[in-house]
């Protein structure tokens, strides 16, 4: 764990939800189901919220080009959080999967989060945070999952890297969620064992305003507190 200037006395600390107030939070895959539901939870504490997708109407924004990434951050200007709940991997047993699979997984899932952050400083203010997302696969592979895992604990190492680097002026962490409920669900599952991703994205608003940096969070059911 990384100990930095962030902390504070429990006592002074104001609460996650009053440090969130008036925010400027970048939300990237916010039209997926876990990106949906962490702009929502962001939205209802009276955030403004910075919603990017990767086609369609309104901001986009091509993780595996860095380019875009800068181009992003130009037009949105100063910010005070960046969620990236975005990212594609490929899935395919280990003899399937060709140069061009790995490549991909590479340049979106991995080096676009680390492109994010390395974009973002000095486009975040500093004292902000960065909150990546890695998965579940990338401490527990599974079958043909090779691929998905291998980018996921790379990002999971990036950011207990990152976070030493930028100690002191930013916070960094990733959220690896488990099976999504609604994910089983589209796939004909039920939805446990599973995790909402209403309940998901709690974990993601304390990260934004908590005061913890180089953390994996592991977010496979929700909170003991929280009421679905």
């Avoid at 600390?13 to 702009?39: C, F, H, R």
């Avoid at 999967?97 to 080096?111: P, V």
């Avoid at 990002?155 to 030493?164: H, M, P, Q, T, Y």
Wanted: glycine fraction near 12%; charge should be negative.
């Amino acid at each position: 764990m990384v100990v930095n200037q962030f902390r504070l006395s429990l006592l002074a600390e104001p609460s996650a939800q009053e440090k969130l107030a008036g925010m400027k939070i970048l939300v990237i895959g916010s039209s997926g189901i876990i990106g949906s539901a962490v702009a929502n939870a962001l939205s209802e504490r009276g955030q403004n919220v910075i919603e990017v997708t990767h086609s369609g109407e309104g901001l986009t924004v091509d993780l595996s080009d860095i380019a875009s990434l800068k181009a992003l951050y130009d037009k949105v200007g100063k910010l005070d959080a960046v969620v990236c709940v975005a990212g594609v991997a490929q899935f395919g047993p280990l003899e399937e999967l060709s140069d061009n699979d790995f490549t991909q997984s590479i340049e979106n899932k991995l080096m676009g989060q680390v492109n994010l952050v390395r974009c973002g400083i000095g486009q975040v203010a500093e004292g902000g945070s960065f909150t990546l997302t890695s998965g579940g696969l990338s401490q527990k592979p599974a079958a043909a999952t090779t691929a998905v895992s291998m980018v996921g604990a790379a990002v999971e190492a990036f950011v207990k890297g990152a976070a030493i680097d930028l100690e002191g002026r930013y916070r960094v962490n990733v959220v690896s969620p488990g099976w999504v409920a609604e994910s089983r669900v589209q796939i004909g599952l039920a939805p446990m064992p599973g995790i909402w991703s209403r309940d998901l994205a709690e974990y993601y608003i304390d990260l934004v305003g908590g005061l913890q940096t180089g953390q994996i969070v592991q977010a496979e059911k929700a909170k003991p507190n929280r009421i679905s």
